[in-house]
């Protein structure tokens, strides 16, 4: 099933918003600090230290938007309800062990869930001429193949996470040979050492190494955080169809296991 054009888009929607808001947030936050400084000698804020990072602060702040709205939409993504809605693993559970296969497929497709998408792909290779297996290698494989196409896309927005959290180091680190270059050059410049120069430039090599770690670590947390959880997500989806499986063969074959005599026990 082809996903819909909003969930297509919705990360980059909430990209958006969550710009919006920091931006409306640094446009506020700028105009208080331009008063404040008409009245009083500017201190030291976190936003002035962020000022003294330098160009690299731009990458690192669009970074960090980026891990924010990922971590909103894996967070509404791999939720239960998506994957195996109780109600539906109990309505597949019940048919499938009373061997109403087109029952089961029935609820199947009309859950958008990832569950229910997997069985309505898999329950139609059921096969009835094959008592003893109900063609369990041919639903496995179907199950299979489903999972093959659909896990990538969910573990995409998931490795971003990756992404983020080795390219934020990276930046931090050009940032901070900047710093140490302007910090040379005023040395070089100024005949002597100039103290206040030397301090801006060693500032900003430091703030921009720090900066590159505070994003590159909570992305770090949130890649191994939601690749497990995705990996729980889809181990609970196949469990629940190797059980109603199995449920259906033990049903299809219950009889004849009553009718079978153990060897070596006579008749009272």
């Not at 230290?49 to 669009?62: E, I, V």
């Not at 139609?124 to 008592?131: K, L, N, R, S, Y």
């Not at 169809?241 to 026990?265: C, F, M, Y």
């Amino acid at each position: 099933m082809q996903k819909s054009s909003f969930q297509r888009l919705a990360p980059w929607l909430l990209t958006v918003i969550v710009v919006g808001v920091v931006l409306v947030g640094v446009n506020a936050f700028g105009q208080d600090a331009a008063a404040a400084a008409d009245a009083e000698p500017p201190k030291k804020t976190l936003w002035s230290m962020a000022l003294a990072g330098g160009w690299a602060m731009y990458p690192l702040a669009l970074f960090s938007v980026a891990m924010i709205t990922l971590a909103v939409y894996n967070f509404m993504q791999l939720t239960k309800g998506k994957f195996a809605p109780p109600e539906l693993k109990h309505a597949i559970l019940s048919n499938m062990a009373e061997v109403r296969v087109r029952s089961a497929i029935e609820h199947s497709a009309a859950s958008p869930s990832y569950l229910g998408r997997m069985m309505a792909n898999a329950l139609p290779f059921v096969d009835a001429t094959e008592p003893e297996s109900l063609g369990r290698e041919k639903v496995e494989n179907a199950m299979a193949d489903f999972a093959s196409k659909e896990n990538p896309a969910y573990m995409t927005w998931v490795g971003y996470f990756s992404t983020i959290s080795a390219a934020a180091p990276m930046v931090g680190l050009l940032g901070t040979v900047s710093g140490m270059i302007k910090a040379f050059d005023a040395l070089n410049t100024s005949k002597g050492a100039d103290p206040g120069k030397m301090a801006s430039a060693i500032s900003e090599a430091l703030i921009t190494t720090a900066a590159g770690l505070i994003v590159a670590i909570p992305c770090l947390f949130f890649f191994v955080f939601f690749k497990n959880k995705l990996n729980a997500m889809v181990a609970d989806v196949q469990r629940t169809a190797e059980e109603g499986l199995s449920a259906a063969i033990a049903t299809v074959n219950a009889d004849q296991q009553l009718a079978k005599v153990p060897e070596g026990i006579a008749e009272g």
